[in-house]
């Protein structure tokens, strides 16, 4: 099974001078994570000004699993200091299974 993935993650900050971010971009199979990639951002700026940031996570995971149904889902978690907002915009998840 070859997976491709991908999200527009669309973060807001505060007005303010320091802010920071982590996406956690997670593939489980059947409720078990196996697979995550993270993305972090910060900054410490000389100006407090509200800022929107794209950030697009993907992934390509080839997977084996046993014989049978299964479910593949992504979960993405934004955490951080001096954020207004964190929306997943466009986003997909494919699959192809070989054999």
Known sequence: MKLD?????????????NYQYTIDYELFLDGSSIATITVEKQTDSQTAT???????PNMTWIDTPAAGSHTYEIRITVTGTNLTS???LTRALNAIAFG
Do not use: N, Y
């Open 5 to 17: 993935s991908m999200a527009e993650v669309e973060i807001t900050t505060t007005a303010s001078a």
């Open 50 to 56: 509200s800022r929107l940031f794209g950030e697009i």
């Open 86 to 88: 964190a929306v997943a």
